[in-house]
């Protein structure tokens, strides 16, 4: 039987556990308190954010979403970001990407400081997970560290296995390659360019697809032995407008040991990573 | 007939345009100034401090080797950085490893401001390094960086190539895999709890081997194909007190296309990166 890698039930322990954690902070002074700024109306982001505010209020945290427009002036944003790093009541701020035209010059990863980082996308946060150095007070991005938070919780092994990624970005692959060596794990980080994909993901123990092409990992990409565990991050819109993944999860489901549905596998870890984050930096702040 | 990588041709040339810069650099106002702290007597770190020194000189840049007593006081080690940082006069300066027990617990990569980290360990460095971003004003790794100059100057392709590299290193390991995923190289990063390590390293074009340990790569991790690239970082010494790297090249030299000697190879190549990387910190200053 296909082990069905789901994130209800480890959503439920976790958010217990983040609960209580927010009660006591609240007890001892600590409101914990997340700011996102959201730039324009791109429908995902609005489905996103809105599911991002939610869950922080459901542990307990306070989370205000700062709705700009579009055409915001550079100094204006600039501006707004420079007070919430300055603002004491706040202990998390994230951007929700993508951003307009104007502003895709900007370095998005430094503009919120490293203490408030909650998407773990600033430099000293990805120098923590390069170096495997400091990882417990400092922020993991959230996708990479949702996908090994619900291989652990599934009791899946990662020490010693091979570890395919599909996707080299900055937000999934790069930082979930390095997670995954500091685990022990030998890595293989494959993308656009890689020859023979195929060859390499039979190989693995595990695959990660993170590229956002609808159904790409299909039976072509998975040994006959029934052992390979694969971890879809692909959150895609296909013909019919219905969220489908980078994994053609029918096709492959009953060729593998785990699979992780879309939705309702790394989607909600992506979450519960964002919440375990805000409330490690509200924790952060009481040890000042 | 077996490539022998050898850094001597490349050094020859580079040199001629080091030189070139630097005497540009010297007409501009800016005399490019290495200070290279040395705490101890490790007679590795000497030989290593000296060379650096020589090389420097060689192009006409100014280095003072900052010969500190193995049990200096942790504060005046820290002072003396601080200077370093403020002096306007030096444009580079790199804390020569190991460091004595005392001084171990400091996060090293910080202590030298990125402007002048000419050794690429500083976390701004490395940042941009994972995100390909700002790699001709920042400072890239030195090995590292010299290992893609040597392949480059070789005419050794990288693109569309599947890389092994045995060693997660902060210096090598880790920042040598990101440079070869930037260069679109697909890289499988292999260390001490990589099972199966021959199985990885045969399926590869590029071998690298940066773990310290002698003689380690033999034939047994070569395929029979007689295609394969290796280079070896290692700076051993055998049982007779010889330098030896960490591929027994003797054993697999007829058994692959190209391969680097030990000495002569990657050492060099790292002295030539740092001289590139102070003069490329010098020429930052130009354009302030």
């Known amino acids: 039987m296909t082990q069905i890698l789901s994130a209800a039930p480890i959503k439920k322990k976790i958010t217990k556990e983040l609960k ?25 982001s609005l489905v996103y954010t ?35 790093n300055h603002d004491n009541d706040v202990h998390g701020c994230i951007i929700q ?26 430099p000293e ?6 170096s495997n150095q400091n990882i417990e007070t ?17 009791q899946i092994e990662i020490a010693n296995k091979r570890v395919a990624i599909i996707g080299r970005s900055m937000i999934v692959g790069k930082p979930l390659a390095c997670l995954f060596t500091n685990h022990n794990a030998t890595v293989t980080l494959c993308h656009s360019k890689t020859q023979n994909i195929r060859e390499i ?11 956002g092409i609808a159904h790409l990992v299909d039976e072509t990409f998975i040994s006959n032995k029934k052992n390979q565990v694969v971890v879809d991050v692909g959150m895609n819109t296909n013909a019919n407008g ?25 989607g909600p870890m992506t979450i519960i990573s964002l919440a375990q984050n805000l409330l490690q930096a509200s924790k952060n702040r009481l040890s000042l």
Chains 1, 2 share one sequence.
Not at 53 to 74: M, N, P, T
Not at 201 to 211: P, R
Not at 243 to 261: Q, R, W
């Open 20 to 44: 209580s954690d927010c009660k006591f902070l609240k007890e001892n002074g600590i409101h914990p308190y997340l700011k996102v700024i959201l730039v324009g109306n791109n429908p995902a």
């Open 242 to 266: 219905e969220l489908c993944g980078d994994v053609n999860f029918e096709k492959i489901k009953d060729l593998v040991s785990a699979i992780t549905p879309v939705p309702g596998g790394v």
């Open 138 to 154: 400092h922020f993991v991005s959230c996708t990479p560290k949702g996908i090994i938070t619900l291989l652990r919780e599934s």
């Open 97 to 122: 990407l993508p951003l307009p035209k104007h502003l895709l010059h900007l370095d998005v990863g430094k503009l919120v400081i490293q203490e408030k980082d909650v998407d773990g996308f600033h």
């Open 125 to 130: 946060n990805l120098y923590s997970v390069l």
């Open 201 to 211: 993901t039979k190989e693995c123990d595990i695959i990660v697809s993170a590229v």
């Open 50 to 84: 809105a599911s991002k505010k939610k869950y922080c209020e459901r542990i307990g945290a306070k989370c205000d979403i700062i709705a700009l427009d579009e055409q915001i002036e550079l100094i204006k944003f600039l501006t707004i970001i420079d007070e919430i």
